[in-house]
């Protein structure tokens, strides 16, 4: 996003905990290391700017105390820190997988879908959205929830086509969180103009969104590679894709990482 979000006379600040490329030639950007769960950290970054997008945390699923540190942790230190700072939008990385296990219905699923997390790393951006909701009633801050889908250069599997956010399309999305006048609190499906889109682009596309990708012309050669996705495949029929099943179980993610069964807890000795 550093390069697609880049304008003339805007100034990017760009925290990480890690290493950052230097400002190139002509790039206006303010380099910040540290952790979003550090508040002094946060509130030196939020200082004098006119919007955070919070894209910080663990990507994938991660035994719970992670989660809770970083992402929840991290997300309630973005939101206080901009507010300390009087920042007056904040734009959230939400996650389909805030509602990984809500139905693939048709035409389309709703916008405002009810949350049906299927992972720890989806409660936390569930956390996070309410974290969000509460500082826009509280404070009058503008917060735009994005539930992204699948943004990588390419979906991956076939299952995956009606899921994809192209790069540019998630630089244009964005973009449009960023100078839409006065949304308020809103929570949008972050997806490209698939032919197979089943996620809505009402409120995405109310905010001034206008998705130009398509995910089909990479069709063909999933399919080849992979086969036709099969419509019983839990892949197909929950919005969170592919995170179902024993490789996502999350008692079973955290015995791995602690090497000792939870209580109450039978782990099956082919998976475990």
Sequence with gaps: MRPRLARPGRVLR???TAEMAPAADGERVELVRG?????????QACAQVDAV????GYRREEPWQRILEVNVGGTYTVFEAARRQRVPRVIFASSVHAAGYAAMTS????????????TNYGVGKVVGEAIGSLYADRYGMDVICIRLGVCYDSPGRPELLDR?????DCARLLEACLTAPSPGFTIVWGVSANTRRKLSLNEAQRLGYQPRDDSEHQAADLIAEHGEPDSNDPTVR????DWHGPD??????EHDDRGSEPPGVRVDPLHG
Excluded: I, K, Q
Aim: charge should be negative; hydrophobic fraction near 40%; proline fraction near 9%.
């Design 248 to 253: 996502f179980d999350t008692a079973r993610r």
């Design 35 to 43: 952790s979003v769960t550090d508040m002094d950290v946060l509130e």
């Design 53 to 56: 997008v919070h894209l910080a």
């Design 238 to 241: 929950f919005v969170g894709g």
């Design 14 to 16: 760009l925290l990480d």
């Design 107 to 118: 035409p389309e699923v709703p916008d405002w879908t009810y949350p049906r997390p299927d």
């Design 164 to 168: 994809w956010l192209s790069h540019d």
